[in-house]
């Protein structure tokens, strides 16, 4: 199963998790991928598609998401699967991590089989789109307020993603 990375950073706390999601999961820093620096074709090179984005504004998609979603959201990508991340500050409870949300509805009409679903428990927003029937889908990062839980949660969702998919071809490791 080949797998690349997309994301958007403003500020590289998002880039700094892709990074560490790519080392955890062997996979070669030449599929990480910028969507600031990328063409939206370039997502048909992969099996397992890791999208990660940051949440501005008032719940937001991280600025260099708009074209490259703009891009993808009409490709059809049934034959892949779409795992999401995103990063986010807490403190911004009625908003948090939106962006991962928003990806995930956006893409729906890709086809794409989504993985990844996490548990909603261990956080303390309020509100986010990125919860759907009571669990969040995607992995969502607290860098702000709770930087000694990543490391679990990177480790966690890697484990989930690998038990989700095994059974998938298994041509990367995983
Ligand atoms: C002006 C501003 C608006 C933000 N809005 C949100 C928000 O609505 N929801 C959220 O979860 N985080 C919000 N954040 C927090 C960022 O998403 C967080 O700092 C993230 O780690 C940045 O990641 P990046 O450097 O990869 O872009 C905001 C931060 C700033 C400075």
């Given amino acids: 199963m080949k797998i690349g990375i997309f994301y958007g950073s403003t500020t590289g706390i998002t880039e700094s998790v892709a990074y ?3 080392d955890l999961m062997h ?3 030449e599929h990480l991928h910028d969507v600031a ?3 939206p074709s370039e ?3 992969y099996d397992l598609l890791l999208l ?3 949440t501005w504004g008032n719940g937001d998609l991280q600025d260099d998401w708009y074209d490259f979603l703009t891009g993808i959201e009409v490709l059809d990508l049934h034959d892949k699967h779409i795992a999401l991340f995103g990063c986010g500050d807490q403190s911004m409870c009625d908003t948090f991590c939106n962006a991962v ?3 995930y509805r956006r893409l729906q009409k890709t086809g794409a089989r989504f993985c990844g679903a996490f548990e909603a428990g261990d956080y303390t927003f309020e509100h986010s789109t990125a919860r759907v029937d009571g669990h969040l889908v ?3 990062i607290d860098e702000v307020n709770e930087p000694e839980k990543t490391e679990h949660r990177l480790n966690y969702w890697v484990k989930l993603l690998q038990k989700e998919l095994k059974g998938a071809r298994a041509e990367a490791t995983l």
């Fill in 101 to 103: 949300g928003t990806l």
């Fill in 43 to 45: 997502v048909g090179d």
């Fill in 138 to 140: 995607g992995l969502l």
């Fill in 37 to 39: 620096r990328s063409e």
């Fill in 27 to 29: 996979i070669d820093h």
């Fill in 52 to 54: 990660g984005s940051s």
């Fill in 20 to 22: 560490r999601l790519a």
